[in-house]
Nanobody, 117 residues
Framework: QAQLVESGGGLVQSGGSLRLSCAASGRAFNNYAMGWFRQAPGKGRQFVAGLSWSGALTYEADSVKGRFTVSRDNAKNMVYLQMNSLSPEDTAVYYC??????????WGQGTQVTVSS
């Protein structure tokens, strides 16, 4: 199983940027598809962005397209979420997610992102 630890959250003004990082431990990290989800207060967990095991395929939710970029560095067992042009609607707890080839899913503990207007 992969253990995931997110970092990089914080408080930022509207229009600002943050980069979230997800450090993964465990075997065969480069066999996992990775993703970012978020959960705002009173709402369910929503998909934000994801990428294939190689990083060649990436996917972003419509709400973040053109503003957020997901990437990974398999040599460092890291996944990143670059977030630009942040708005208060992006305020949420952001979670890193890993899915193995067999379908096993792992989650990090989350990192809070707060965007002030």
């Amino acid at each position: 199983q992969a253990q995931l630890v997110e970092s990089g959250g914080g408080l930022v003004q509207s229009g600002g940027s943050l980069r979230l990082s997800c450090a993964a431990s465990g075997r065969a990290f480069n066999n996992y598809a990775m993703g970012w989800f978020r959960q705002a207060p009173g709402k369910g967990r929503q998909f934000v962005a994801g990428l294939s095991w190689s990083g060649a395929l990436t996917y972003e939710a419509d709400s973040v397209k053109g503003r957020f970029t997901v990437s990974r560095d398999n040599a460092k067992n890291m996944v990143y979420l670059q977030m630009n042009s942040l708005s208060p609607e992006d305020t949420a707890v952001y979670y890193c997610n890993a899915v193995s080839a067999s379908g096993t899913t792992n989650w990090g503990q989350g990192t809070q992102v707060t965007v002030s207007s």
